[in-house]
């Protein structure tokens, strides 16, 4: 038995619906276009649209299906796409922010290995941090004597020097008036309370001097100060230090003596919450040797004329 004409006309869209719907899609496919040109012309890194993508799932990054991603990076064809989606374990239709926990990790790990194989990031702002004790600072020192190609920033401090340390060679010491200054004037790129206690902060011009002069930058900083860093500079790539084991990381804060055993324990607890931000970084780079790592981060800058390790 057929049905009224006037009940099929009411459940058919009405005409402009339909017309705005087309107009929507359209929109919707130029903007993922836009992003597929974006990533082929090296204007953005791929690694920069999976950010974008995993936090934003129904953005123009999130509804690309990962095929279309995939080819859109240089060298990356259909055949080797679906080689990389067999081997990760991602169905053809799936798209990029519809990828799960597991999947997107495996993705972005992927690509960020990809990056570093074919010519490291291009980007002359990298970003190290990690969890307390990890050994950022010793890194950072070894590329400072190893690739001086390489500026390393210099952030401003609260806290009083350690045993040491060298005013505006480690850090800028300050007191809480002169880093409310800096704030107020807009002179640090990013500023942080680190375990409840002392301010740590960026100074914007150096940094941006050194890039503008076409040399690699350094900031070696906690994870908020990176955080900060990731949302005024997007372009920025940032490198997550791990230590190789937790007993490790354990014994390398009690053994450096410099805070008492309720700091220690605090910064610990800190600790176990840090090495979760490891999803938000761009790369991983485990600290069992200090001079691996080092190399390891330079690598992913790719600056010109680094040298290798003696």
Known sequence: MSEPEGAAAHRRPPEVDRVAASRAAVAARRARAAVKAEIASGERSPLDVLRVAFAEPDSPEGRLRVT???????????????????????????????????????????????????????????????????GKGT????????????????????????????????????????????????????????????????????????????????????????????????????????PPTWDELVRRLVGRGTESPAEQQRRLETAKVELAAVEEFDHAVVNRDVGEAAEKVVELMNPRGATQRP
């Open 68 to 134: 279309e991603y995939l080819t859109s990076i240089p060298a990356i064809g259909v055949t080797k796409a679906a080689r990389i989606m067999d081997q990760l374990g991602i169905a053809d239709a799936k798209r990029v922010g519809g990828l799960g926990r597991l999947q997107r990790r495996r993705l972005r790990e992927y690509i960020a290995t990809w990056i570093a194989a074919h010519g490291g990031t291009g980007n002359r702002l990298v970003v190290l941090a990690g969890p307390t004790a990890v």
């Open 139 to 242: 890194v950072a020192q070894y590329i400072r004597e190893h690739f001086p190609e390489v500026a390393i920033s210099v952030s401003a401090t609260t806290r009083a020097p350690r045993p040491g340390e060298v005013e505006g060679k480690h850090y800028f010491f300050v007191d809480d008036a002169e880093f409310d200054r800096l704030i107020a004037e807009e002179q640090l790129l990013e500023h942080a309370t680190v375990h409840n206690s002392y301010r740590y902060g960026t100074p914007r011009r150096p940094v941006e001097a050194a890039i503008s002069s076409g040399n690699p930058v350094l900031l070696e900083i906690d994870i908020q100060g990176a955080r900060q860093v990731r949302r005024a500079m997007p372009e920025a790539t940032l490198v997550f230090l791990e």
